[in-house]
Each structure stands twice: as structure tokens, then as C-alpha cells.
């Protein structure tokens, strides 16, 4: 019997009757007893059978065996999957485990989820056997490993700084996102780094952003260009004026 069924029902037969005689013909009915109480331990146990009386026959109780032994556990086949991108739900691509009999699969995680990106990430299946009689529930488990996806962070080319003015207000565009994400999914803080200021001399600065993190995408940060202008500068002399001899005047510059 396998280990975890119920006892079965012990029977025996007769061997010996004359004259077309049976069982009927016994003074008293033999019993049958097995040392097993039951089939969660596994091994050999002695079935005895005793009591059987007869004035006619000369009887011999025959003891027997009952074997308690495993039910045959399944072989699950399943490969470790070929890595996946982040946003890439699980498939029966990822999820194809087989068994050597029938039965029913559930995986843990299930069909459709959505893994954050990682390496040696563990995928599970439980095997149900349908013949509980000869086979054992069995598991097993496989590893995937989930990439990262890229994620571009472009700053909008900013507006003209006049020199003097405040820096402006910078802002991104992201390229990139999967699975329905915003930027909230991203951690850290978005700076812009540059080295111009509000007094910084004419010229072109390069302004990248920066300080955003994620354990699902790639990220990079590209930068642009701030041009600070000069202001406009005018000289024109001052009406009515008397120049001594030696001097000048300048004035009128805005």
C-alpha cells in the first residue's frame, strides 16, 4: 500500500477443502490482523491470521506481509527561462514547467505579474498529481533574471538668460516608461546641474539633469544648452554740452 492511503481491507483464502466442502465447514472462522496502524510509516508488517477450528481438518495458519511503501513522486521539467525585460508580464513562455503524469500546475508568481527588474529572481510551481493513489504532490522551483529598461531624462532647451537675470525654470521630458509608470515611480530628487548663475558672464553653459533613481530602468540624463546674452548697451552724448579744453564727457550709457 503507499504511504499515506488507508489501510487496506485484509482478506485470505482457503486452501485444502474435500468433498466439495468450504468454509462452512469450520467449527470457528479464522481472523486477520496486521501489526500496521496505519500507512504513515513506512515498512514491513506482519499480517497474522489465527482462530480457525475444525474436528475434520488439520489447520495451518499462514502469516503474510504488508508492504507500507512511497507513492512515486513526479518529475517536474522546467529550465530557467531566458531573461526578460522589466514590464514584460509572465507567460506560458516563463511558465511551462512539465510533469512524467497528469496533474494540474499553479505558480507562484502566477501567470501576468509583472516582476520588478533583478537577477536570480526564484519562480515556483506546485504539481497536483490527478492519480493520487501512486502519486505524491512534488514541487520545484526555477530562477529568471528581469533587466532594467532604459529611461531617457532630456532637458527642454531653456529660453535665453539675459546676463543678470535669474536662471530659469528647466524642465524634462522622459522617453522610455513602461507599463503604464510615471515619474512617480522614480525615487531620488531631479536637479539640474550647471555651472551658470545669474552673474554669470555671456556665453553657453551646459545644464544636465540629475539626481533621479530607479531599481527598474537605465536611466540617462541629457543635458542642453543655456545662452546668456549679453544686455544691450547704448552711449549718446549729452545735448548742449561745453567741453573745456582737455576734457570729455560721456554719459548717457543704459
Do not use: C, M
Request: negative net charge; aromatic residues 8%.
Amino acid at each position: 500500500v503507499k504511504t499515506g492511503l488507508a489501510l487496506p481491507t485484509l482478506t485470505f483464502i482457503f486452501s485444502g477443502f474435500v468433498n466439495g466442502e468450504n468454509e462452512s465447514a469450520l467449527t470457528s472462522q479464522p481472523s486477520i490482523s496486521t501489526a500496521a496502524q496505519d500507512t504513515a510509516t513506512l515498512g514491513e508488517f506482519a499480517i497474522t491470521v489465527s482462530g480457525a477450528t475444525s474436528s475434520n481438518y488439520l489447520i495451518s495458519h499462514v502469516a503474510g506481509k504488508l508492504f507500507v511503501i512511497d507513492k512515486t513522486v513526479p518529475v517536474i521539467t522546467w529550465s530557467n527561462p531566458a531573461a526578460i525585460n522589466y514590464g514584460t508580464p509572465l507567460s506560458a513562455i516563463e511558465l511551462n514547467a512539465t510533469a512524467d503524469t497528469l496533474g494540474g500546475f499553479t505558480y507562484t508568481p502566477p501567470l501576468e505579474t509583472i516582476l520588478s527588474a533583478g537577477t536570480v529572481q526564484t519562480l515556483s510551481v506546485a504539481f497536483a498529481p490527478d492519480d493520487t493513489q501512486n502519486f505524491a504532490p512534488t514541487s520545484a522551483t526555477v530562477q529568471i533574471t528581469v533587466n532594467k529598461v532604459p529611461l531617457s531624462v532630456a532637458l527642454v532647451a531653456p529660453a535665453v538668460k539675459l546676463f543678470g537675470a535669474a536662471l530659469p525654470q528647466f524642465a524634462v521630458t522622459y522617453g522610455g516608461f513602461v507599463n503604464n509608470d510615471t515619474v512617480a515611480r522614480l525615487g531620488g530628487t531631479l536637479v539640474f546641474n550647471t555651472e551658470a548663475t545669474s552673474t554669470s558672464p555671456a556665453g553657453n553653459y551646459t545644464v544636465t539633469p540629475a539626481g533621479l533613481t530607479s531599481p527598474n530602468y537605465d536611466i540617462t540624463f541629457n543635458p542642453a544648452t543655456l545662452a546668456i546674452s549679453p544686455p544691450s548697451l547704448t552711449i549718446t552724448p549729452v545735448p548742449n554740452a561745453t567741453i573745456e579744453s582737455g576734457e570729455s564727457v560721456v554719459s548717457g550709457i543704459t
